[in-house]
């Protein structure tokens, strides 16, 4: 079982930036591949970003390549989110979640394991 617990949402300007954090439970969270999506109203839950277990390998939506970026501490159980040039388009909820395989990295029902949210909005 693992829990994750996202924060660092808030209300930012256009072209800020923002770093989100999901702090895992669990002595496993090593071995879990972690990524995050987010849903903006209306719209459907999207693929934001992912990376492997030790951090190797990466993986970005295409909305938001070469803006933001994703790490991991697993001494620390948390994976990070670091989003610059922020848009208004990038305005959501951001969730992380737990994977127990590369495999289907972008889908949603590849991970076992969800965060509660955290809110971002960006003010233009």
């Known amino acids: 079982q693992v829990q994750l617990v996202e924060s660092g949402g808030g209300l930012v300007q256009t072209g800020g930036s923002l770093r989100l954090s999901c702090a895992a439970s669990g002595r496993t969270f090593s071995s879990y591949v972690m990524g995050w999506f987010r849903r903006a109203p209306g719209k459907e839950r999207e693929f934001v970003a992912a990376?492997?277990?030790?951090?190797?390998?990466?993986f970005y939506g295409d909305s938001v390549k070469g803006r933001f970026t994703i790490s991991r501490d697993n001494a620390k159980n948390t994976v990070y989110l670091q989003m610059n040039s922020l848009k208004p388009e990038d305005s959501a909820v951001y969730y992380c979640?737990?994977?127990?395989?590369?495999?289907?990295?972008?889908?949603?029902?590849?991970?076992?394991?969800w965060g509660q949210g955290t809110r971002v909005t960006v003010s233009s």
């Open positions: 990376i492997s277990s030790a951090g190797g390998s990466t």
């Open positions: 979640a737990a994977a127990p395989a590369l495999l289907g990295v972008r889908l949603e029902y590849k991970y076992d394991y």
